[in-house]
């Protein structure tokens, strides 16, 4: 079988978008159709099932999935979900995000830097309070009045109790808010990784592609008072294969979708942001893949990173591809005009046409936005000067007023990641920092004022340089006295990269401003109008867009025909040695080669199925109609990016890791017996 | 005055198409608008002056244009056009692309590896005898007997003449057919080069940008017989300035533009062709910029490619802005359904229809054919091996039924770039060839049968390396013996690279074929029917789309306005040395810091004129009324590369640097006397 390919996704033709279809939806789990998933699947789903998965299901915040899935804590994840945590935690000379982190025994379990479990027990609406809120308020205000409002109410919830988190979700796309309150846990530790050889074989050329071969598994573990947190919410671990056209249910947190967005959102990012998305992460790619050729420290540093700008390539080519192509624009469009022809709206009233302009408007400030206020997203230095230099600043001010990430209901999850310590590469913050700095410069030009601002007469190359060898922010004690000090220890201070933050914040601030008076709000209320409008014409059959809390999506075990190419839904252990060439990344981890004549060479490896899930769902649970785990998500295929506009069952599909090859190599490639046991309770 | 920048092609909004201005046009020598010319500028242009231009016009095969300047044979054109032969004629240790080749003695000047200058002498119409040749053809078939008598046509008229060169141009694409003769010299010195510093000052950054700083000027010398050639046509060097609004007219070879394609084509430029240029460029651009910080012998030897790549990548996200821009769009598509309105058309007959058809056929075809067929473009090797084992079989064959390149016709043009020792960077060699395979993988995807013929079992990383270090093909003497063995020592070699290239290339040709047998083949009927649509409803008011071959453009010195701002036409010295921080690409060449007491800051440098040129325009001279020189072109404005598609007069500009600035610059920093006397006939 010919899996389809970035290049396909570029020529094509993509597929209609065609009517909704009966499998389709990120469903909340307030709001889930049982009765139309019993007259689609037969399966009966109750207020227990969705309870019991809903408490099993812990969001992680690398912006993955996970699940319980033993009595002592054990979560289950993608690998490349606890990658970071798995370099981060390897010792000199040694690297498990390639040798991998095998079971040793509890006492060796070591927490994840910065990494938090947030699992969901209650959602209220208050949709009023915010809308009460934001009355009479237009622009940057009417952002602030609800930031202030949702930071106040989480506040009320939530209180400083380092055990809960709240948040304030827009679902609908403004047309409905909703308290989401959560049960934290900040000390997650790696229990499990099988490394990349393994779970990542076939690398970036087998990412979005099936059919795939991938043990893309790690196992974490929820701790509390350093001790393993009592989970009797745990799902079954049911190590039997899936079968072909069997019912299953994908719960996870999938990140932002734009299906509910209007055309001109969408044409914004077809015209403006995915291009320039896509000849930055390419060019980050080509200077990070020959930084990683210079020698073997600098291949183990931007291993992940790397990793990550493939796969967000991908997902800009995937979607460019979705936008692209006229079939489905024309679908959207119809969708649009459906809603419009179905609304009355009073005289010079017209929130589509708001829209429009608020568009005109990112297209205007979207360099500077983006240059300054997000600024080089991808350095750990960047992050913690930023955090440092605002957060010293702010934190002088009353919650209500400050800027929303330095509210005192979000200061626990910002010190964890300022103050927990994480190593840094000071050669790779220095590549990002240039390349962040050459890419300002061009983007803004070389005669823009921030230009001036960011560079003076120093060029990137140059002032990266400096600032990354010049600065002791790497240091974890250093960061917690400028973080205890404040604004007074901040002023003082002489550090390269404070300083330069220290002069360049003014201005990103007042980049925020302008997008938030011009963009941000008035783009949330013609969302929520529209929004109103929508439910008013459709009801309450349709799901919110995806916004990185917990949904269910159903679907069947299912493979695909695509430009009259059928590709099935099972891959087996024989394909993954059969595919193996010895060289990267198509390697295979010396321990599969040794137990290659223990392993049963029909196990189901990887499957796929026609979950609608979108990026986020990594780690998700596969479940069976029993709510038993029968495998985990890790992907989807290269059709299933076109998620992010709307979905196609016919094509898109979500690519997983069976129970099956899990248990059978966690027991014969890595002798991991204890976890086997632990997963299945013997 | 803030210059136009990518982010702004990306963001825009770009002008609308609009209609046919007064002075668009890349006319062609045998049909000048001279009575439109004297209405729009008061200037008569009679059959002399146009004779004199183009007998003073000598295309270059590193795709530039450039003009003789005295009557030794002295050729003007852009340090860019000239940066290949300068570093490769750069000794060890030394860099004539950043130091310059600062004029010695003619006993120095010495020959540019490769490059050939060709003069225009005569055009005849051959279009009854190409379309009588194709009678009866389709598909590949059509192609080779098109080839194969244009092949004859040349050889009949040029021979085996050294000093001759022919080819058939398709004009109007493919509405009329004419064989150019020129006057070839394959001995083409470099006689003077100012270097990067002050050529290409603020580099990339400004690159497309206007205003614009920059000595890109370069002199080149005609030789034969180990002579310099006496040139009699030579054009007059004015010194003096340029004023506002004076007339210009610019003469050269502009390449290939898209402006009489169907929409059907440039859609599939629009989704398919440029979204992945934009994305190899992109990565290509980072895998370099990292390999040029490696060390220096990598920054001198990337120098020129990197630039080549920079300037493609702008080039397309200015073709992809054109074409993402719904008013630009919306006018070509007027004009298309113009001239079908005009057209009454036999049932069932629809070159429109076909068009699109061959262009489903090419987006089917296309990554194949750009893998295989195309292959690795930018490897010297590559192309020496491709040559060899190519050239080794076809010129087994009778003339008519080679591959059109291995025709007797271009024999002495492969054998030139073949044979002329030129140094290979294996380092540099081994990035580009492992990118290229890289990129197969990916674009064509792991699974696919053509690669695993390309790679086998081993990575991109691995064959790379092995082909570049195994391979004897960087020496001439070596490819020699091979090319003069024929396909027997061909079949005979050992050499890493031929083995490979033996072993690919039966597929390379079957992508070929199956390419021209339903792309180009149907392209070239259909293209040729709706350009005799064309002429018969517009009439000889047409000029053809540009074709790499001698064009003249008139216009005016004049600034622009676009988004309410205005810039004016001219830069000075003065600006140039207020632009200066110092630092790469802004840093000023020593000579020009030390000589900043003697130049008159007020020199005009740089200029820019409404002049229609486009890429292949790049060391074309800026005349003045009288056919004077008062410049030479070298960059468009970013609007400009719109141009590909449809002109707009009143944003797009040439960007050109004054014969004031070189005469002052040649005497007050180089003390480039002799050349300034030679110039000026002083």
Known sequence: MKPISVAAAFALAAVSAGAARADEGLWTFDAFPAAKVKAALGVTIDQAWLDKVRLASARLSVGCSSSIVSGQGLLLTNHHCAAD????????????????????????????????????????????????????????????????????????????????????????????????????????????????????????????????????????????????????????????????????????????????????????????????????????????????????????????????????????????????????????????????????????????????????????????????????????????????VRGGLERGKPSADRLPRYADSELPGVEKALLDPDPIVPALEQLVLEFWLSKSRELLTADDPDTKLLLGAESPEQLSRRLVSATRLGDAGVRKALWDGGWKAIQASDDSLIRFMVEIDPEARRARAAFEDQVTGPEARASEAIARLRLAAYGQSLYPDGTFTLRLSYGRVAGWTWRAQTVGPFTTFAGLYGRATGQPPFDLDPRWIAARHKLNPDTIFNFVTDNDIIGGNSGSPVLNAKAEVIGVAFDGNILSIGGDYGWDGRVNRSVALTTAAMTEALTKVYGANALVRELTDK
């Open 85 to 388: 945590c798995a370099q981060s935690l390897s010792p000199p000379g040694q690297d498990y995000t390639r040798t991998g982190f095998i079971e040793t025994s509890l006492a060796e379990e070591r927490t994840c830097p910065g990494l938090v479990a947030d699992i969901l027990l209650e959602t209220t609406d208050v949709t009023a309070r915010m809308l009460a809120a934001g009355k009479g308020f237009s622009g940057e205000a009417l952002v602030k009045a609800r930031a202030a409002a949702a930071s106040a109410m989480t506040q009320q919830v939530c209180g400083a109790d380092p055990k809960l988190h709240c948040e304030v979700v827009s679902l609908y796309q403004g047309g409905q808010f909703k308290l989401y309150r959560y049960r934290r846990y900040d000390d997650v530790r790696l229990a499990f990784d099988p490394g990349d050889p393994a779970a990542f074989f076939g690398g970036d050329p087998d990412n979005f592609n099936f059919p795939r071969y991938a043990l893309d598994c790690a196992f974490l573990r929820l701790y509390e008072g350093g001790k393993p947190v009592v989970t009797p919410q745990r799902l079954v671990w049911n190590p039997a294969p899936p079968t072909a056209g069997e019912p299953t249910f994908v719960a996870g947190d999938p990140g932002g979708t734009f299906r509910e967005q209007t055309i001109a959102q969408i044409e914004f990012q077809r015209d403006v942001s995915l291009p320039v998305e896509l000849a930055e992460l390419s060019e980050l790619r080509g200077r990070l893949i020959r930084f990683t050729e210079e020698d073997p420290a600098n291949a183990r540093a931007a291993d992940e990173p790397l990793n990550d700008v493939e796969n967000a390539f991908k997902v800009t080519v995937g979607r460019l591809a979705a936008l692209d192509d006229p079939e489905f624009m024309a679908a959207r469009r119809a969708a649009e005009a459906d809603l419009r022809a179905r609304t009355r709206l009073p005289p010079g009233v017209d929130p589509w046409r708001d829209m429009a302009a608020a568009q005109k408007a990112r297209a205007r400030l979207f360099v500077a936005w983006r240059q300054l206020e997000r600024g080089a997203d991808s350095s750990q230095l960047f992050g913690y000067a930023r955090d440092l």
